[in-house]
């Protein structure tokens, strides 16, 4: 049981690039979720989603495109990178059903230059 | 609007001496209180969650307080041990709105030997 992994680790894109990040997570949780995270703050929440092929947007949308084609996985993509996304990006799990834990993945350090 | 914050943004103390780590909420509908720590280089881990029905609740080494009246919750950590040393947040579970949480700035605790 590898909880929610994020792929990739790290990573370094020039101004207009375009990425994809994997959070995938094998607990068969309903609801994932992304957020970012800039130095010295809390996580903010980008988009989440409540099932597969459902997603919705949180508090920091902009720039930002998610699908959520299987359960198990939720993509979060840059279509065109700017420097103020450079962050760290978290996506997270939770059942649905009610208050619970949300389980977070390790992180994905993203440079934008 | 929603947002949770803490007094404090940094916090030092003495190996086997106990914490308090504070944190103000705004939103005055929320039931739902949860406390991360993050470790560097990693994603937030939970530690202890509250519900607005309960004004206390202990877990291993670790109490938290709500105070529903001024919107306060408080992390108490019991002898403090060099492993506590993290950065500490409170989040706001809305979770009648797909789970989200709303994370306050974060209290970095570090424990001196």
């Known amino acids: 049981n590898a909880g929610v992994t994020q792929t990739p680790k790290f990573r370094v894109l020039k101004t207009g690039q375009s990425m994809t990040l994997l959070c995938a997570q094998d607990?068969?949780?309903?609801?994932m979720y992304w957020y970012r995270q800039d130095p010295g703050m809390g996580l903010r929440l980008i988009h989440y989603s409540v099932g597969e092929g459902t997603t919705a947007k949180g508090e920091v949308p902009d720039g930002y495109n998610v699908s959520r084609l299987k359960k198990q996985n939720f993509l979060l993509g840059l279509e065109s990178a700017a420097p103020s996304q450079t962050s760290v990006y978290f996506c997270?799990?939770?059942?649905?059903?009610?208050?619970?834990?949300?389980?977070f993945g390790p992180g994905t350090r993203l440079t934008v230059l | 609007g929603e947002s949770v914050g803490l007094h404090l943004p940094t916090l030092s103390v003495q190996e086997g001496d106990n914490s308090i780590i504070n944190c103000a909420y705004s939103n005055s509908a929320s039931d739902y209180f949860i406390w991360y720590k993050q470790e560097s280089g990693k994603g937030p881990q939970f530690i202890i969650d509250?519900?607005?029905?309960?004004d206390k609740r202990q877990g291993q080494r670790v109490t938290v307080l709500l105070n529903k009246t001024v919107k306060h919750l408080s992390l108490q950590i019991a002898a403090t041990q060099p492993g506590d040393s993290a950065v500490y947040f409170c989040a706001e579970n809305l979770f009648n709105q797909g789970g989200k949480l709303i994370f306050g700035q974060g209290t970095e605790l570090s424990v001196k030997p």
């Open positions: 607990m068969n949780h309903e609801y």
């Open positions: 997270a799990s939770v059942v649905a059903g009610g208050p619970n834990e949300q389980f």
């Open positions: 509250i519900r607005s029905n309960m």
